[in-house]
């Protein structure tokens, strides 16, 4: 099955990626693939701090609700099951814990406990699952030397020849006279930390390490779409538009609404340590979006940060010619970074604060109306219902802002993407449609800003919305979102396609 569908191979722009061996049509199915390894995530969504996670099925829960293991005193929720010796954490990092008690003191921050955790289970694959540690062997690891971190002073506890003190077998498999545990630990946590695709909800961080999933390159425009089976973690991507045999199946490694400087910037330092040249990255206006832009203290007009190759410091303005660099306008710069924080830290909060953070940035005049900090902000924002349960406890305002967020981002989103099957195009659509409906109800008419800037109908959003999600899985947020859609719609000819 795989093989008929896409292939790995290697060159000097990609290194080794995946690449289609037969046309994909938008919607079909390009790979669905188990993990190789799970573990809690060392991070988590929208919070400058991670979570306490349970390492059994990575819920978060509070500081003090939890529990021990009995066995090796790693903090667990309160779940009996996640307690029992035949769950993922009794079967390995349990049995190597309850040996070594001293590594919970040498491991004493979340994300270290958490990495470590993640990188034993990689290890006793090899005893457990013969073929998928040959899998692990073969993902590439882009991480620089490690030396001196609380991680490798772990390491340096670990033997071939750890023994389960219960049933005095070996733990990581037969002695490895060519590498060392440390050696082999080194590799697993270079290749969790270039490969391995973190699934962050409000209530659960989960590490997933896939071995086809690890291959495919990146873009900034990508052609794919990427799930995760909710009750197994199962890797589902999808083609987002044609891709045709021949061409490299790709995902965005980065945020996909941030601007190219940060993008960038983030691509250029491991584990990716490689500057993206995708035709987004290749225009400063990035599609007509004006992402980074931001005003011209000249002209007043938008400063675009030019293609990388120039260097990441460099700005040119549109308008009147003026070129500048970092240090030319670090003061910007310097409030630019310090609104990055607030929204990071407003997203972590309730929706009310992230409303009144767009009235907050409205007033900073250096930022252009598109800048990335604004839509990212609004992307959230027109999935929310301002603390409310549902569109119906929402005020007609709270109504109209939520659809002018979304028609906001609807026009960046249509720059970037091809509107043939894309997740991020549809969860956007899809509240415009919960909005656009509820206001019709309540008598209010709503200007609906399309590219075309046509006045369309909630019908006419439900059937674009469902044109992007019907190929969603069920039991994902976007196949939920469609079931929404065929149930109100049952009995019309509105989701034809």
């Not at 690891?141 to 609380?150: A, L, R």
């Not at 089976?229 to 941030?258: H, M, Q």
Request: aromatic share 8%; glycine share 4%; hydrophobic share 35%.
């Amino acid at each position: 099955m795989a093989a008929s569908k896409y292939k790995i191979v290697e060159n000097s722009e990609y290194g080794r990626h995946l690449v289609a061996t037969v046309d994909l049509k938008a919607g079909r199915f390009v790979l669905t693939e188990n993990p190789l390894v799970q573990g809690p995530c060392p991070t988590s969504q929208k919070m400058t701090e991670p979570p306490s996670v349970c390492p059994v099925c990575y819920s978060h829960f509070p500081h003090l609700n939890f529990t021990s293991c009995k066995r090796c005193k790693i903090p667990l929720c309160r779940n009996a099951e996640c307690s029992s010796e035949d769950s993922t954490h009794g079967r390995n990092e349990c049995r190597i814990f309850k040996g070594l008690p001293q590594l919970l003191r040498i491991l004493t921050s979340k994300s270290d406990l958490y990495e470590f955790i993640t990188v034993l289970r990689c290890l006793c694959t090899r005893s457990q699952n013969p073929k998928n540690w040959e899998k692990i062997l073969k993902l590439q690891s882009n991480v620089p030397n490690i030396g001196g971190t609380t991680l490798l002073l772990a390491f340096e506890h670990l033997t071939w020849t750890l023994v389960d003190t219960d049933n005095e077998t070996t733990i990581l498999g037969t002695v490895n006279s060519d590498q060392t545990v440390q050696k082999m630990a080194i590799h697993c946590l270079g290749v969790l930390q270039t490969n391995s695709i973190s699934n962050l909800t409000r209530n659960k961080s989960v590490e997933n390490l896939y071995f086809f999933g690890s291959f495919m390159a990146h873009s900034c425009v990508m052609n794919t779409n990427r799930q995760f089976d909710p009750s197994s973690s199962r890797l589902l991507v999808t083609a987002a538009t044609l891709i045709e045999a021949g061409e490299p199946i790709t995902n965005c490694y980065v945020p996909f609404l941030e601007n190219t400087r940060e993008r960038q910037k983030l691509l250029s330092k491991p584990p990716w340590n490689f500057i993206c040249r995708c035709p987004r990255c290749k225009d400063s206006s990035e599609l007509k979006t004006w992402l980074g832009a931001i005003r011209c203290p000249k002209c007043s007009e938008n400063m675009l940060c030019p293609y990388p190759n120039e260097g990441l410091d460099q700005w040119l303005c549109v308008s009147c010619g003026q070129k500048s660099t970092d240090s030319d306008i670090q003061d910007i710069l310097k409030k630019i970074k310090t609104i990055e924080k607030v929204v990071m830290e407003s997203e972590s909060k309730e929706s009310g604060s992230s409303a009144s953070l767009i009235e907050l940035l409205s007033e900073l005049h250096f930022l252009n109306p598109g800048h990335s900090i604004f839509m990212n902000v609004k992307y959230q924002l027109c999935q929310t219902y301002y603390g409310k349960a549902d569109a119906a406890g929402m005020s007609v305002e709270q109504l109209k802002k939520k659809s002018n967020h979304a028609n906001e981002v609807l026009l960046v989103l249509n720059k970037l993407l091809l509107p043939k099957s894309n997740f991020y195009l549809g969860r956007v659509l899809f509240h415009l449609w919960i909005a656009s409906r509820e206001l019709r109800e309540r008598k209010d008419a709503v200007q609906i800003d399309t590219t075309a800037n046509n006045l369309i109908s909630p019908e006419e959003t439900a059937s674009l919305a469902y044109k992007n999600l019907r190929f969603a899985a069920v039991g994902t947020d976007e196949g939920k979102m469609a079931e929404v859609l065929e149930e109100i719609y049952v009995d019309s000819s509105v989701l034809k396609t």
